[in-house]
């Protein structure tokens, strides 16, 4: 059964509103053409109806699951993973939503083929983790369990790769208009509940803000950890979350505290471990180690260390990439050294 055009139609006034459409009578068929929030997405302005869908198919040899492009971009596919893609439900609902069908799939596959390239998937699992208080944006989901051929998950798995982070336990936020395009990062508190989440950005576009927080939850009051260790043992303490999954692929407990110092709510979550500081080589990561050093000191720890990065390096993260884990330890074990009450004068004295 083919796309329902009066159906299809009404989705996308729906979705696009009845003054963002324009029909258009082609020699393959009707075209609904709106402006492409393909392009809008990636930051691009489109006011020109760049984004065509044809319930036809349009030139496609086999048109039952319709097609669409995006003259602006250049995506294209079926009108079935548009809709799933856009409305975040899986294949099978939006194929029945606009056809009234579960038999498409491999019609939708030869559309992919006439277009000469292999059509993004759109399953949909896990888009959010829900708790009492706080959700992720929408438009979330789990990275493994999509499908492998799905844009975002190939988009995130590079974009991870390229800093050796693995994909387990991180979310990508794809169509969000605040946090889209931006691995998501949860942060749980002892009794594995979703308490706060950072994002980080995947573009390479300097002017975008690379990390945005959800304005939920108190951060304050969190740390990011993967697991919640025994008490006793030593953690790693650092600024962001990439550096702390970092020392949790070499062995370590890291755990970032999302800036350059403790707060009172997190210095006592940390009372029953043994930190050792591991921030940043720049100067402000040379103050947050003497700043928050001393302040454990203070407060009564007995016992605090300190690692410093390589100086050639800014951070744990930026190490693994030009290194291996194996350095990176060799490093940590090498290197690290008590915090006392004369270090703050060693460390701005010889900047060790």
Not at 73 to 88: E, F, I, K, P, R
Not at 185 to 193: A, G, I, N, R, S
Not at 299 to 326: E, M
Request: proline share 3%.
């Amino acid at each position: 059964m083919a796309v329902d055009y009066d159906i299809f139609y009404n989705w996308a006034k729906d979705r696009f509103g009845e003054s963002n459409l324009k029909v258009r009578n082609t020699k393959h068929g009707v075209e609904i053409c709106t402006h492409s929030y393909f392009a809008q997405r990636n930051g691009i302005d489109d006011n020109k109806f760049h984004l065509w869908m044809s319930p036809s198919g349009g030139k496609s040899k086999h048109p039952a699951s319709g097609s669409y492009r995006c003259w602006k971009t250049d995506s294209m596919g079926s009108l079935v993973s548009l809709v799933a893609q856009y409305d975040g439900i899986d294949y099978d609902d939006a194929e029945e939503m606009i056809c009234g069908s579960s038999s498409l799939r491999v019609l939708e596959q030869r559309v992919n083929e006439f277009f000469g390239h292999k059509e993004e998937s759109f399953v949909v699992t896990e888009t959010k983790l829900d708790t009492k208080d706080l959700q992720f944006p929408d438009f979330t989901f789990y990275i493994d369990r999509m499908s492998d051929h799905n844009f975002w998950k190939i988009r995130a798995k590079t974009y991870l790769s390229e800093r050796k982070i693995p994909t387990e336990g991180l979310y990508v936020c794809t169509e969000d208009p605040e946090y889209g395009n931006r691995i998501i990062l949860p942060w749980y508190d002892k009794e594995e509940k979703l308490f706060f989440w950072n994002s980080r950005t995947m573009s390479n576009n300097k002017n975008v803000i690379r990390y945005l927080k959800t304005d939920k939850a108190d951060q304050d009051s969190a740390l990011f950890m993967t697991e919640w260790p025994l008490p006793g043992t030593k953690i790693y303490i650092m600024e962001g979350e990439f550096d702390a999954l970092t020392l949790q692929l070499c062995g370590y407990v890291g755990c970032a505290c999302g800036g350059k110092h403790l707060s009172d709510s997190q210095i006592e979550l940390i009372r029953s471990y043994e930190p050792v500081l591991v921030f940043d080589t720049d100067e402000a990561g040379l103050k947050a180690l003497i700043d928050v050093g001393n302040s454990l000191l203070e407060r009564g720890f007995p016992k605090v260390s300190y690692v410093r990065p390589p100086i050639a390096y800014k951070d744990w993260n930026k190490l693994l990439q030009c290194r291996d884990i194996q350095t990176v330890k060799t490093y940590i074990n090498k290197f690290e050294k008590r915090f006392t009450s004369v270090t703050s004068d060693l460390l701005k004295s010889k900047h060790l």
